[in-house]
RNA sequence: GCGCCCGUAGCUCAACAGGAUAGAGCAUUGGAUUUCUAAUCCAAAUGUUGGGGGUUCGAGUCCCUCCGGGCGCGCCA
C-alpha cells in the first residue's frame, strides 16, 4: 500500500507544486466502507481550504492526474471532495511482494534512549509498574522494528526515602540481619508488607530516626548503606525475574547512587552556573537556596535546585543525569554485569568491564506516567535554557494515566474503598496494589487448567509452556489496548479474561492459521509458499465473497501506516486495535471460506493466498507487541 | 487559586491531524460444527457523544460557558 501511496503522494506534489508553488503534505484517509474505496485522498480538502478554491474541483483535477497510475482502476469523487481510490485487484494480488517487501526511505535518527520501568527498589512490582513496562518495551518494539538503533535503560533510585524506609523497618522495627534478609526467598514480598507496617504506627520518633537512617545512605559507608545496598539489589533482581515473563529486558540499569558518587552533579552544576541557568538567592523564602527560574503563566517562579544545606534536589539529579543521556556531561558511568542479559552501573573504576559504553543518545523517551509532567517539563525547560535547545527539544515525556483498582476488585482483596468512589488509588504505603507477580501467577494457573482441558495428551512442560505464553500476552494486551491518557480502571474479571479482544484471542488465531497451513500441506503434499504463488484469476469467485477477502487484504496492507502512526501518535493501543482487527477478519475468513475442503483450486489459491498474507502481518504485529506464538493453544 | 487530562451504548473502551451512516469487546437473546482448533463465527438489540452557545462545506474532536470527575503545582523522591 505505502507503495501506491508513494506514487499518488508524487504526483499530488508535483501538481501543488507546478499550480499553487507550494507544499503541502498529502494525506490520506481509511473509508469507512470498502464499498466505498480501497483508499481515500484528502488532498482536494486541504489544498481548498488553503487556496480558497472549491475542493470539487481540485477532486476532479486530481482525479484526471492520479487516472494514469496503473494500480489504479477506479476513481469516485464523493461527498464535499473525497478522492477515493479503487485498486486494481488483480494487479495488487500479483504485485503483492513488492507491497510487502516495499520499504519507504526513512531518515536513521541516531542512537534513541528509551528509560522505562523504573520500579522503586523497596517492594514488590505492582499492576501499575506493568503498564510501565510493557508500554515501554512496546515502544522500543516499535522504534527498532524501524531500524532505529535504540538503548533501553532501567532507572535504579537506589538512595531515596523509600529504600530508606524498609532499611529502617529491617533494622529497627523487625530487627533483621542482612543474613535473616538474605534467607527470604521473596524479599519484594517481605517488604511489601514492611513498608506498610512502618507506616502503620509512624511516630515523630520514627519519622526522625528514617530521616536519619535516609541521610545515612546517602552519605556513604555505614551499616545502613550496606542494607539499602542490599535491598536495592535483592529487589530488583526479584523485578527483573517478574518482568522477564512478560519477556522485557533492559540495555542498562543506571543506579541513582552511582549518579551521586561519580558526582555528576558537580559537572552538571557547574555547567548550569555558567549558562545563568540557576543562581544564589540570599533573600526571601529561598534564601540560601540555588534556584531556577520558570515561567508558568506569565508568571516568574523559582524551583529550587540546590537545597539551603547544600543537598540536591530530585529535579537537580534528573537534570544531570539526563545531561548525561544525551552525551552532555563530561563524566560517565564504569559497568559491569548484572546478570546475562543486563548490565549495571558502578562508581568503582576496578570493577569496570572494558569497552562498554552507555548513553550519549541522540534521542530521549522518558517512560513515566502522568503525574510526574510538572517535573518532566522542567528538566525540559533546564536542557533548553542552558543553551542544548536540540537536546531538549529530542527529549520526549511518553507520559501514561496510572492504573487504579475497580471497587470490586479493591473490596475483593480486603481494601477499604471510600464512600462515593468507584475505584481507589495503588498506594504502596498503604500496601493497597495487586503485585504483579500475584496476577500473572494466577493467569498462569488459569491458562493451564484450559491448555489441559484441550490438549490432555501435552506433556505437563510443554503445557506450562503454553501456559506462560498466554498468561504474557494476556496481561500485555491488557496494558496495551487501552489508549494512553485513559486511566485503567483494573479489574480482575476484565483482566482475567481469555475471549474476546484479548491477548489469547491474538494468540489462537495465529495458532489456527499455523495449523491450517500445516495440515494443507500435508494433505496435499504442497508446500502453501508454491501454492499462492500468481497469477490468480478471479472469475470462479462470487464477487461478494471476493469482495470480503479483498477488504481483508486491503485492512492487512495497512500494516505500515497503522505503525508509523502509532509512532507518530506515540499511541500503542492503535497497533494493538490493529492486531486484533486482522484477528477478526482471519477468523471470519476461517470460519466462512473452505480451503482444504475447497475444490474449486482457483478459489482456494486465493482464499489461501489472503489468509497467508493477513497471517504474515499479524506475525509482524504481534512481534512489536510483544506477544508470543505458540504452537498449539 | 492556577495549570493539564477526562465525561461516548447497561459495563469497559475505540473513533487516525476537523471528515462520510459514531464503532468494538463484555453482558443479554437467538443461531452455526456429517467440513481446516467453538479461546471461534453469524444475527438481534442498545446512543440527544454530560448541558448550553459559537466557529464552517462539515464538530465526539476546535473555542466559550456551566455541571461532574481525575491529576499536578514542595528546600519529598
Same mark, same amino acid.
Given at each position: 500500500m505505502e507503495y501506491i501511496k508513494d506514487k499518488i503522494e508524487k504526483i499530488v506534489s508535483e501538481y501543488v507544486k507546478r499550480e499553487f508553488g507550494k507544499e503541502y503534505p498529502v494525506r490520506f484517509l481509511n473509508p469507512p466502507k470498502i464499498s466505498m474505496g480501497d483508499l481515500t485522498l484528502s488532498s482536494a480538502f486541504e489544498i481548498g481550504k488553503r487556496e480558497r478554491k472549491n475542493p470539487k474541483e481540485i477532486a476532479e483535477k486530481l482525479k484526471?492526474?492520479? %487516472?494514469?497510475?496503473?494500480?489504479?482502476?477506479?476513481?469516485?469523487?464523493?461527498?464535499? =471532495?473525497?478522492?477515493?481510490?479503487?485498486? %486494481? $485487484?488483480? $494487479?495488487?494480488?500479483?504485485?503483492?511482494?513488492?507491497?510487502?517487501?516495499?520499504k519507504k526511505s526513512g531518515k536513521k535518527t541516531g542512537k534513541t534512549i528509551v528509560e522505562h520501568t523504573n520500579i522503586n527498589p523497596n517492594k514488590a512490582a505492582h499492576i501499575g509498574h506493568m503498564r510501565n513496562a510493557v508500554l515501554g518495551d512496546t515502544l522500543v518494539r516499535m522504534l527498532k522494528f524501524t531500524g532505529e538503533e535504540v538503548e533501553v535503560q532501567n532507572y535504579i533510585d537506589d538512595t531515596g526515602v523509600q529504600v530508606a524506609d524498609v532499611v529502617y523497618g529491617a533494622l529497627y522495627i523487625d530487627n533483621k540481619s542482612i543474613d535473616d534478609l538474605r534467607k527470604i526467598e521473596k524479599i519484594d514480598y517481605y517488604l511489601w508488607d514492611l513498608y506498610v507496617r512502618v507506616y502503620e504506627n509512624d511516630s515523630e520518633e520514627s519519622k526522625n530516626r528514617r530521616r536519619e537512617v535516609h541521610h545515612k545512605i546517602e552519605k556513604g559507608k555505614s551499616p545502613e548503606r550496606e542494607y539499602a545496598e542490599f535491598i536495592s539489589l535483592a529487589v530488583l533482581k526479584r523485578h527483573l525475574e517478574t518482568v522477564e515473563r512478560l519477556g522485557i529486558y533492559y540495555d542498562v540499569l543506571p543506579r541513582e547512587s552511582d549518579i551521586i558518587a561519580l558526582k555528576f552533579w558537580d559537572s552538571a552544576f557547574e555547567l548550569m552556573k555558567k549558562s545563568g541557568v540557576i543562581y544564589f538567592q540570599d533573600e526571601g523564602e529561598n534564601r540560601g537556596c540555588w534556584v531556577m527560574k520558570v515561567f508558568e503563566d506569565g508568571e516568574e517562579r523559582e524551583k529550587v535546585i540546590v537545597k539551603s544545606n547544600g543537598a540536591i534536589t530530585y529535579v537537580g539529579k534528573d537534570i544531570s543525569y539526563h545531561l548525561w543521556k544525551f552525551g552532555l556531561l563530561k563524566k560517565d558511568f564504569y559497568y559491569k554485569k548484572f546478570d546475562k542479559r543486563h548490565y549495571i552501573t558502578t562508581s568503582k /573504576?576496578?570493577? +569496570?568491564?572494558?569497552?562498554? /559504553?552507555? =548513553?550519549?543518545? @541522540?534521542?530521549? #523517551?522518558?517512560?513515566?506516567?502522568?503525574?510526574? /509532567?510538572?517535573?518532566? &517539563?522542567?528538566?525540559?525547560?533546564?536542557?533548553?535554557?542552558?543553551?542544548?535547545?536540540? +537536546?531538549?527539544?529530542?527529549?520526549?515525556? #511518553?507520559?501514561?494515566?496510572?492504573?487504579?483498582?475497580?471497587? $470490586? /476488585?479493591?473490596e475483593e482483596m480486603g481494601f477499604k474503598v471510600e464512600e462515593g468512589k468507584s475505584f481507589v488509588e495503588v498506594s504502596g504505603r498503604k500496601g493497597v496494589g495487586v503485585k504483579a507477580d500475584d496476577l500473572i501467577d494466577e493467569l498462569e494457573r488459569r491458562a493451564l487448567s484450559e491448555v489441559r482441558k484441550r490438549h490432555p495428551e501435552f506433556s505437563s512442560e510443554k503445557s506450562e509452556s503454553i501456559a506462560r505464553m498466554i498468561s504474557s500476552s494476556a496481561l500485555r494486551y491488557y496494558m496495551l489496548k487501552y489508549t494512553l491518557n485513559s486511566l485503567i480502571v483494573f479489574d480482575f474479571d476484565e483482566a482475567?479474561? #481469555?475471549? =474476546?479482544?484479548?491477548?489469547?484471542?491474538?494468540?489462537?488465531?495465529?495458532?489456527?492459521?499455523?495449523?491450517?497451513?500445516? @495440515?494443507?500441506?500435508?494433505?496435499? =503434499?504442497? @508446500?502453501?509458499?508454491?501454492?499462492? $504463488?500468481?497469477?490468480?484469476?478471479f472469475e470462479s469467485f462470487e464477487s461478494d465473497k471476493l469482495e470480503s477477502l479483498w477488504e481483508a487484504i486491503v485492512i492487512a496492507s495497512r500494516f505500515d501506516s497503522e505503525l508509523d502512526a502509532s509512532i507518530k501518535n506515540l499511541e500503542p493501543s492503535r497497533l494493538a486495535k490493529f492486531a486484533f482487527l486482522?484477528?477478526?477478519?482471519?477468523?471470519?475468513?476461517? &470460519? %466462512?471460506?473452505?480451503?482444504?475442503?475447497e475444490k474449486d483450486r482457483e478459489k482456494r489459491k486465493i482464499t489461501l493466498f489472503t489468509l497467508h498474507f493477513l497471517y504474515k502481518q499479524l506475525n509482524k504485529t504481534l512481534d512489536i507487541l510483544g506477544i508470543e506464538k505458540p504452537e498449539a493453544m
Open positions: 484526471a492526474l492520479l %487516472n494514469e497510475i496503473d494500480e489504479i482502476e477506479k476513481i469516485d469523487i464523493a461527498g464535499p =471532495g473525497y478522492i477515493n481510490l479503487f485498486l %486494481n $485487484k488483480e $494487479k495488487y494480488f500479483n504485485n503483492i511482494k513488492n507491497v510487502i517487501d516495499y /573504576s576496578e570493577e +569496570a568491564e572494558e569497552g562498554i /559504553s552507555f =548513553g550519549s543518545g @541522540k534521542r530521549v #523517551f522518558n517512560v513515566i506516567d502522568q503525574r510526574q /509532567s510538572y517535573l518532566q &517539563n522542567i528538566v525540559k525547560k533546564a536542557i533548553s535554557k542552558m543553551g542544548y535547545e536540540e +537536546a531538549a527539544e529530542n527529549l520526549t515525556h #511518553f507520559s501514561y494515566e496510572v492504573v487504579a483498582l475497580s471497587k $470490586k /476488585s479493591a482475567l479474561k #481469555f475471549e =474476546g479482544e484479548t491477548g489469547p484471542y491474538l494468540q489462537y488465531s495465529n495458532v489456527r492459521m499455523k495449523s491450517l497451513f500445516r @495440515k494443507f500441506e500435508e494433505e496435499t =503434499g504442497i @508446500k502453501v509458499e508454491d501454492e499462492i $504463488k500468481p497469477p490468480y484469476f486482522l484477528c477478526q477478519k482471519l477468523n471470519y475468513i476461517y &470460519n %466462512n471460506f473452505p480451503v482444504i475442503k
